[in-house]
């Protein structure tokens, strides 16, 4: 039992491994590594000249306490920008990464010659599931670690509760990552594409529409809002992430896409887990009963 | 034992029936050849031996466990019809990735690749991406891999596909090869002048039904046909010859008959030197393999098994 166990493991971590190999490979990882360079790059530029600007001022008029509150306004303002723009990176990447990998082999039958060896075919999907992840969350937390890192270093503000933000925007990748493969055990990659998107953009525009429905007080429109984040939990958890992100003092009325006005229930990252392991299950089980 | 039985299996697809009924056993040690028009279900049936398809109906048992079993797929190998594979890969890390799946590593794993590789010529383009290869390469490379595990039964659907005269060689010689080490072969493929070489028995399947078996090692197709080349000789000769079979014409020079088997030969020449005639050739034929092919497929929904 023990030995079976442990060769199941072997098995997920060769397809894991091979995973990886490939993102490597095929050049993907290098492309997202230098765009993720080239963000971060302009993002570290960024703030060099902002913050020179803000020192500036600084000199000129007699530092006081309201002043120093609106410095740390802007700092946050933009850190939740990189991060804002970041958010969309990691779902673009979290969606296209793994996108043809199942469905990329069903269509062309290579997955035939893998199918057929001595491995469980949810061993398959496990395997490929852990090295996108692996990927994803390396790459998420470099970027976000890279916002963070680079405001915190040159203008030594520290966004707030960071630490519960970062696992809550990992989650989110990891929910869409599992998506694109769940996708992947049914359509084309095309079709798994649009939809991994399409369901991104639903949770989007409903997301807004609570937004807007809280400022105006309309509970219908919050109930869309909070339908569609059932149904695909993603700006969610963004949002979640983002409050926790604000710093004390930001005004209701402020409306931004960083802020909210109404804020997600934290029983939506329960949610969100429970969406993303049962979206996992149904990608095994219908990988494990389909023709190939 | 078998290594292989169906009973009675079955796949639909939609509407579509791919394999209609499909009852057929395969001994251990036998090259096994499945045969059939395009279209027949052949890589069907292949894929329902190995759960890589559900059958719609029926049973099929390989190595004595249900398709799709783990413990036997250690000891199955697969060529799959169209073969593609992750072309990123050169052909040692493709061969080294499968032994992996096989639960083989380290020295055994690289040895048993060195072996495989010499074995299909791909020795020096061991180090060369897979899409670089030729159709033929990757032909034999898939070849290779199904063989790393030492492989109990070997599915090959169509191995010799796209490949050169000396290709097919390499691949008869193989088949050859691992037979005689006692591995059951399940071998699928157009090539029937091939088949007639490496196979101990075959079937042909048309729209997923089995409608003709033949066991080529025991002489089991008899010879039927007779061709003579003689002097002249008059018509009288002709009739004559009647007494020996059947439907003796000329044919340019030469002169044909049907006869049922080779034991009136020594009596058929004798009368013929009685009579006078020069024979210059005396050459009786089986059909082929592509002649018992075309009659079984052209004959409509003829049921006959053999043997
Ligand atoms: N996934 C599928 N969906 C629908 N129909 C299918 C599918 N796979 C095969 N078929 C149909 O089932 C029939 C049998 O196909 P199969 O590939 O088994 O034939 P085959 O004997 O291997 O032919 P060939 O000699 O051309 O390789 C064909 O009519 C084919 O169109
Ligand atoms: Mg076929």
Known sequence: MINGSFAALKMMFTIAHLTFHEALRKRVLLAAIVLGALFLIVFGVGIYFINDAVIQQELRSAPSAIRAQSNRLAYNFLAMAGLYTVNFLLVMMATLLPVDTLSGEISSGSIQSLVVKPVRRSQIVLGKWLGFAFIMLIYASCMIGGIVGLVAIMTSYDLPNIHIALPIMLLETLLLLTLSIAGGTRFTTLTNGVFVFGMFGLAFIGGWVEQVGGLLGNQAAQNIGVITSLIMPSEALWRLAAHYMQPDGISALNITPFSSTIVPSPNMLLWAIGYTLITLLLAIRHFSQRDL | ?307
């Open chain 2, 1 to 307: 034992m078998f290594v292989i039985e169906t009973q009675h299996l079955q796949k639909q697809f939609g509407n579509k029936l791919a394999v209609a009924d499909l009852t057929l056993t395969v001994n251990s040690g036998e090259v096994f050849g499945f045969l059939g028009p395009n279209g027949a279900g052949k890589s069907t049936s292949i894929k329902m031996l190995l759960g890589l398809v559900k059958p719609s109906a029926g049973n099929c048992w390989v190595l004595g466990l249900p398709p799709g079993n783990v413990q036997a797929r250690r000891k199955i190998g697969f060529l799959p019809e169209h073969f593609r594979f992750h072309d990123w890969l050169t052909g040692r890390e493709f061969l080294h990735f499968h032994g992996r799946l096989y639960g083989m590593s380290g020295q055994a794993l690289k040895q048993r690749i060195e072996t495989l590789l010499a074995r299909v010529a791909l020795l020096e383009a061991g180090d060369r991406k897979l899409q670089q290869y030729s159709k033929g390469m990757l032909q034999r490379i898939g070849l290779a891999m199904a063989l790393l595990n030492h492989p109990q039964i070997v599915f090959l659907d169509e191995p010799t596909s796209g490949l050169d005269p000396l290709g097919r060689l390499l691949v008869r010689d193989i088949i050859t090869e691992i037979r005689n080490e006692g591995t059951t072969v399940f071998l699928n493929s157009h090539l029937l002048s091939e088949i007639e070489v490496t196979c101990n028995r075959v079937v042909f399947l048309k729209r997923g039904n089995v409608v003709r078996e033949i066991n080529l090692k025991d002489n089991e197709i008899h010879i039927n046909e007779l061709e003579l080349k003689l002097g002249p000789v008059d018509d009288s000769i002709l009739q004559g010859l009647a007494q020996f079979g059947s439907n003796a014409h000329r044919d340019g020079d030469l002169i044909r008959m049907n006869i049922q088997d080779e034991a009136s030969l020594p009596q058929l020449a004798r009368w013929l030197v009685g009579q006078g005639c020069e024979i210059y050739r005396l050459a009786a034929h089986h059909p082929s393999l592509e002649q018992l092919f075309v009659e079984t497929m052209t004959e409509e929904n003829k049921l006959t098994i053999d043997g």
